[in-house]
């Protein structure tokens, strides 16, 4: 579960910066969105990964603390891609929970600054919303709700499956 929530972070950091610049439009070459996403963001280095977020950091979406956490948490999921033998038969999931924490952590801080700052202005079924009197630390973003979902049913209790499965319906 680990390694799926690192890439869904990882997914968080590239691609909406990506989706961002450029409009994924069926039949539609976005050349001049390709070339804006190259200059200012692939110039930031050559690993999309640290364009990402060398950007984001600019962006004051994240800090450097932030920065230096997501190198953390790389390191372990290479750590668990590598060594899972260790991990399973040594029982060697000390900072399994930690970093799980953590980048579930990060992932909502991203995600909610793309909803705040984009989302959100951009839909009009939210034009008449203050953003001031919104209670922005209960945003859930679809990462968030498939994450929350995932857990759960993990843990046995599949009431938030249920709610969403019957909600569709």
Not at 66 to 80: S, V
Not at 104 to 131: G, R
């Amino acid at each position: 579960m680990y390694i799926t929530i690192y890439e869904m972070l990882k997914d968080s950091i590239i691609n909406r910066i990506k989706d961002f610049y450029i409009m994924p439009v069926i039949e539609f070459d976005d050349f001049e969105g390709k070339e804006k996403y190259k200059s200012e963001v692939l110039s930031k280095s050559k690993n999309h990964l640290y364009a990402s977020i060398a950007w984001l950091v600019e962006s004051h979406v994240i800090d450097e603390n932030d920065k230096n956490t997501i190198e953390i948490l790389k390191d372990y999921r290479n750590y668990l891609a590598h060594e899972m033998s260790n991990v399973i038969f040594n029982g060697d999931v000390n900072e399994l929970n930690e970093k799980f924490l953590l980048a579930y952590i990060l992932i909502i801080k991203i995600e909610n600054w793309w909803i705040i700052n984009f989302e959100i202005p951009i839909n009009s079924d939210f034009q008449d919303i203050n953003l001031e009197n919104m209670d922005l630390e209960n945003i859930q973003s679809g990462k968030k709700l498939m994450i929350d979902m995932a857990l759960s049913v993990i843990s046995g209790n599949n009431d938030l499956l249920k709610a969403y499965t019957n909600g569709k319906n």
